[in-house]
């Protein structure tokens, strides 16, 4: 099966499984809002184009190797308690705490922490509701009290004026709040950053932004038209609303967004780095320093062969990834003055 038909049959696979899920979880779609089902096959849409996307990114021979040797390196019987141990560390540290960003800046660090939490809070809440997992009812002998029912099931119940209740009806709001704070700082950056602003594209760097602070502020919007102004215009602002969250889903698999899908596997090559530092070195054919892991240089060297690279030399080196950094610029130098000469 050829690359592309693998990432279709892939993403037609995802994609019913999301939609059985829907029909599943919903009850037979009895507890399914018709007037969400525009979202709904927007999200359809994007669970089909990132599965396909991410399956031909997986099949690029930097990313498979990676992706394999990934897998064999935290199962690897020597390192798989080891990997165990810091498996929790390195997903607080990586996607919770956005540490790798932190390295980078810390308002840039602080913009990647609240869009990243406050779009994670809107999808936990939104997504369950638009596809009918959860719903509320109230009590038939208390109309102040309501029960959440998830995938069907009876759970819990509160006060409708309670904190609790307070919190769990706000909480897009919440989420709103945050991920528009994020956009702002994000924003900010990237117009007084002249750094920055020499390599960013509108389409890769501002459209994402654009797209999230125009949901967050439609939904804000609404929340204010029915809590305070009585539901004035409120048909356009959900309208509005509707338009800004479809194209954000169909922009998901083709946009800059996609990162967000691609940035679980970097856990795998944080894990192959550090299996790397323990495995036997390789050793620089002109120097004899220690510079790499050999299981690292023979990986670049397998990849480049995939990519159509020959970087084979004579003289006992047998190929140019085995002469260490240092030797490299050396040679470099050589070459130049032989040529001047």
């Not at 809590?227 to 609303?241: I, P, Q, T, V």
């Not at 690292?296 to 260490?324: A, F, N, T």
């Amino acid at each position: 099966m050829g690359g592309s038909l693998r990432g279709l049959f892939y993403a037609t696979a995802v994609t019913a499984i999301v939609a059985v899920a829907i029909v599943v979880g919903s009850r037979n779609l009895a507890h399914f809002d018709g007037a969400l089902v525009g979202y709904t096959f927007a999200v359809l849409f994007a669970a089909f184009g990132i599965t396909y996307r991410y399956s031909i990114w997986l099949q690029r021979p930097p990313t498979a190797l990676y992706w394999r040797r990934g897998w064999q390196v935290f199962f690897r019987p020597k390192y798989l308690l080891h990997n165990i141990v810091h498996w929790p560390k390195r997903v607080f540290t990586d996607f919770a705490f956005n540490k790798f960003i932190f390295r980078r800046g810390r308002g840039r660090w602080i913009a990647h922490l609240l869009i990243m939490w406050g779009c994670l809070l809107a999808v936990a809440i939104t997504f369950p509701l638009v596809f009918g997992w959860i719903h509320f009812e109230t009590f038939a002998d208390n109309l102040s009290w309501y029960r959440v029912y998830i995938f069907g099931f009876p759970t819990f119940s509160f006060p409708v004026y309670s904190i609790v209740g307070f919190f769990i009806f706000h909480g897009l709001v919440w989420a709103s709040i945050i991920v528009i704070c994020g956009v702002v700082i994000a924003m900010r950056r990237r117009l007084r950053d002249h750094a920055a602003g020499a390599l960013q594209q509108f389409g890769e760097d501002f459209v994402p932004l654009i797209l999230l602070f125009a949901v967050s502020v439609t939904g804000l919007m609404l929340t204010a038209s029915y809590s305070w102004m009585k539901g004035s215009g409120y048909e356009f602002l959900a309208m509005l609303h509707a338009i800004s969250v479809i194209f954000t889903l169909l922009w998901l698999p083709f946009g800059k967004f996609f990162h967000i899908f691609q940035r679980p596997a970097q856990l795998g090559v944080s894990f192959y780095k550090e299996v790397g530092k323990f495995e036997p070195k390789a050793k620089c054919r002109r120097c004899g320093e220690e510079f790499a892991s050999q299981m690292h240089i023979q990986d670049l060297i397998e990849v480049e062969k995939q990519l159509g690279y020959r970087y084979e030399i004579g003289s006992g080196i047998e190929h140019y990834q085995w002469i260490c950094p240092s030797c490299r610029r050396c040679l470099f130098a050589i070459s130049q003055g032989k040529l001047w000469q």
